[in-house]
């Protein structure tokens, strides 16, 4: 089970930061990320981090967010800085049960936390 907070109301130029507890063993056996989704839009993915560390980023996000993951507490955090209207969305945690990504593919999904900025 995954589950999501830290979402809200943020002004253009502000930061939040999203966290995901994850009901597993450890996530350090875990390829885990972060997608977001707009109402009639396909959820995209925004952020993912491998059991290694390896980050791979939404290019319109590059530079602005950053994923980390706590393999102790079993959390998953997305750093939102320099916050757009365009990034308002309602975003997921995912999992997949394997060290490494392949993609964007996941297994697990959280229920999603609003995030808007306005």
């Known amino acids: 089970q995954l589950v999501e907070s830290g979402g809200g109301l943020v002004q253009p130029g502000g930061s939040l930061r999203l966290s995901c507890v994850a009901s597993v063993d450890t996530i350090g056996r875990y390829c885990m990320g972060w997608f977001r989704q707009i109402p009639d839009k396909e959820r995209e993915g925004v952020a993912r981090i491998d059991s290694d560390g390896n980050t791979e980023y939404l290019w319109s996000v590059k530079g602005r967010f950053t994923i980390s993951r706590d393999n102790v507490q079993n959390r998953l955090f997305l750093q939102m800085n320099a916050m757009q209207p365009e990034d308002t969305a309602t975003y997921y945690c995912?999992?997949?049960?394997?060290?490494?990504?392949?993609?964007?593919?996941?297994?697990?999904w959280g229920q999603g936390t609003q995030v808007t900025v306005s």
């Open positions: 995912a999992s997949r049960p394997f060290a490494w990504c392949f993609e964007w593919a996941m297994n697990d």
